[in-house]
């Protein structure tokens, strides 16, 4: 069934509270892939634990201690379900995508020798960089990265180029954050164990707008942030195959996630998943992140995806009829254009936007290496979600026909 945005906005405060305007225009928020807004659900979901059932998790022989046990445990099943795991204790909670990246990297150190190989690609985010580069200089291993073809995009044919017996690790992003492309992670995922590589699924910008399912896909870990998915900020997942848990080190050590340990260092770490969550959880969050997973599989991704590709066509027809702009990801697959404006810095553009309510971003958007390969420093991204109306692609094209003009941004 075809999803109506309009009716959604009514779930969410950020458009029912404001009557859909912010400093008296119309809201057109076009950041989702920075973040998505929160229906009441998830805001009631995390309210439910600080109103009703705040204790400390995993430790208090208490009965209100044990319903926020419960509830914790209950969050971790929901987000189980969501991804499809086999068993809920193949799901870490993390503060966020960053956070699993670093915990995933850093967990992996211990397999990695000189001269091995983590295979990455150019399109990636920060995120999913840097804490390669650091286990890369600790371990000596060394990256390498998957070409990218003219369109931008990670073609399975390159993909294999860049496959060698050396390769340990891949690591990419089923969704790209600047241009949208998604990759056929079942097929990467074969390939990758094929030379014996476990396969780890930056899913920062899928989980939001496609189905994961990480028994099909086979993925080794998968890693993603609440936020972006109408969850809270603060809260995220890290899914690992259970056998792939069980090789990996904890990158934080604190209370609840040991067994045991002595003055002379001596140390037992506790079970998966609760070694790899030291110190106190964030339950609110994790009991917010469950809201969003049971919201978005209510909607069903078949009509989150096709109301995307609606919303984005509509986007790249307006963008080509006023004739200024340079669009970088005309095939994308998801709901992420990504343009200049023709002789207009990205910048200046946004600010532009942001003068006529219309919020975009703007820039290298994390993705540092990109910039090479499209040829200009920065880009305008606009990012499209389940509450954005067609009357939002259209306010955008409007302001964008006369962007030009930018310099009223700054002097209206
Ligand atoms: C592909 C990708 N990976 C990782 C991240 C980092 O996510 P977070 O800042 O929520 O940790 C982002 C955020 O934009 C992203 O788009």
Redesign the pocket.
């Known amino acids: 069934m075809r999803l109506d945005p309009y009716l959604l906005r009514k779930d969410f405060p950020m458009y029912s509270k404001h009557d859909s305007s912010f400093e008296g225009k119309p809201l057109v928020y076009l950041d989702n892939?920075?973040t998505s807004f929160k229906p009441q659900c998830v805001i009631d979901a995390c309210n439910h634990y600080y109103e009703d059932i705040t204790a400390n998790t995993r430790r208090g022989d208490y009965s209100l201690a044990h319903q926020a046990d419960k509830a914790y445990d209950e969050a971790r099943a929901t987000v189980a379900k969501f991804l499809n795991a086999k068993d809920s204790k193949e799901i870490v909670f993390t503060s966020?995508?960053?956070?699993g990246?670093n915990m995933a990297a850093y967990g992996l150190l211990p397999l990695l020798k000189e001269g091995d190989e983590i295979l990455l690609s150019p399109s990636?985010?920060a995120?999913?960089v840097l804490p390669w580069f650091e286990v890369a200089k600790l371990s000596k291993a060394k990256i390498t990265y998957v070409e990218l073809d003219e369109e931008n995009r990670i073609t399975l044919e390159n993909y294999q180029k860049a496959l060698t017996s050396k390769t340990k690790i891949v690591s990419l992003?089923s969704?790209?954050?600047v241009l949208g492309y998604a990759i056929d992670v079942k097929k990467f995922v074969s390939l990758a164990h094929e030379v014996g590589a476990l396969y780890i699924d930056?899913a920062?910008?899928s989980v939001a707008h496609k189905k994961s399912d990480v028994q099909d896909s086979d993925v080794d870990i998968l890693v993603f942030?609440g936020?972006?998915m109408l969850g809270p900020t603060g809260i995220?997942t890290l899914y690992g195959k259970m056998s792939v848990l069980e090789k990996m080190k904890p990158l934080f050590y604190g209370g609840e996630m040991n067994a045991r340990f002595k003055r002379d260092g001596y140390l037992t770490l506790d079970d998966i998943p609760e070694r790899f969550e030291a110190g106190t959880q964030n339950v609110a969050g994790a009991l917010g992140l469950a809201k969003a997973c049971e919201y978005l599989s209510s909607i069903g991704f078949d009509a989150i995806e096709e109301h995307e590709a609606m919303l984005r066509k509509r986007a790249i027809e307006g963008l080509k009829k006023n004739g200024n702009a340079i669009i970088y990801n005309e095939n994308s697959d998801t709901g992420i254009v990504t343009f200049n404006i023709k002789d207009v810095f990205a910048q200046d553009v946004a600010t532009y936007l942001s003068s006529k309510g219309v919020f975009v971003r703007s820039g290298q958007?994390?993705a540092k290496i990109l910039p090479e390969y499209l040829k200009t420093q920065g880009t305008v991204r606009a990012s499209f979600y389940i509450y954005n109306t067609i009357e939002d692609v259209d306010t955008f094209i409007a302001a964008c026909a006369t962007a030009e003009d930018f310099l009223d941004a700054f002097f209206s």
């Not at 966020?96 to 956070?99: H, P, V």
């Open positions: 892939c920075a966020g995508d960053t956070f990246m990636e985010h995120s999913n992003a969704v790209g954050n930056d920062a910008q942030s936020h972006k995220g958007h994390c």
